[in-house]
């Protein structure tokens, strides 16, 4: 096989954790008398780090740095008793991972989600499977699209960056692929759109987890 290794972003990728974001995110807003979004608004508010989304969610006249710190603040402490009352693999994933798995393909992810929180998250929502490294966002690691923690991945693994077939569900997730030497391909059951990946430079795009399969088993 050309690829050894799948490396996935979490969140509309893996798991279906919409819900719960903007659920979140709405309560810190509320209450401090905040406009509060649509849970579809949140599509495009996530997917580039907590402190991106928080600033995204404010109102322009509130996005202040002291501002911005204090909602982020707020938002993971909501997170952490809320995260897990709606999110969940979407439908296939499990398949997906138990056939990569029984290939012999070592299975990794990089989300811009805060380190803590995609662990909490693959602990609790994907536990039968083995994802080494599993890296969420953190301090002095620049985030996606950035391919620093990507290439973190490969040097980790012990693989060529092309050795690795990266799965995502948005822009940014395309171009820490190609920034990273890495096959990019882009689901469209997750966040974002088909013209946004495609724009970002997307190799394939795949409507179902097991339209990765051929990619994989037929290089």
Same mark, same amino acid.
């Given at each position: 096989m050309r690829y050894q290794a799948v490396l996935f972003d979490l969140d509309g990728t893996l798991l279906d954790t919409l819900e719960d974001l903007a659920a979140a $995110?709405?309560?810190?807003? $509320? $209450? #401090?008398?905040?406009p509060v979004h649509p849970v579809d608004a949140f599509r495009t508010f996530v997917g580039d780090g907590l402190k991106t989304l928080v600033e995204r969610i404010l109102p322009e006249n509130q996005r202040s740095t002291e501002?911005?710190?204090e909602l982020v603040a707020s938002f993971e402490e909501e997170y952490a008793q809320s995260w897990h009352e709606r999110s969940a693999p979407y439908p296939g994933i499990a398949g997906l991972l138990d056939r990569l798995t029984a290939q012999g393909l070592r299975l990794s992810i990089l989300s811009n989600? @805060?380190? @803590?929180?995609?662990r909490l998250c693959v602990q609790q929502l994907l536990p039968h499977w +083995?994802?080494? @490294?599993?890296? =969420?966002?953190?301090p002095g690691v620049p985030k996606k699209p950035d391919p620093s923690a990507a290439l973190e991945v490969a040097r980790l693994l012990g693989l060529m960056p092309a050795e690795i077939l990266y799965v =995502?569900?948005? =822009?940014?997730?395309?171009r820490t692929a190609l920034s990273a030497g890495m096959e990019a391909v882009g689901v469209l059951w997750g966040f974002r +759109? $088909?013209?946004?990946? #495609?724009q970002a430079g997307a &190799? &394939?795009?795949i409507a179902q987890p097991e339209e990765l399969l051929p990619l994989i088993f037929s290089s």
């Open positions: $995110a709405n309560r810190v807003l $509320a $209450a #401090r008398g905040l501002r911005i710190l989600k @805060p380190d @803590p929180f995609t +083995t994802f080494d @490294p599993l890296l =969420g966002q953190r =995502g569900d948005s =822009g940014v997730d395309m +759109t $088909a013209d946004e990946l #495609r &190799h &394939h795009l």
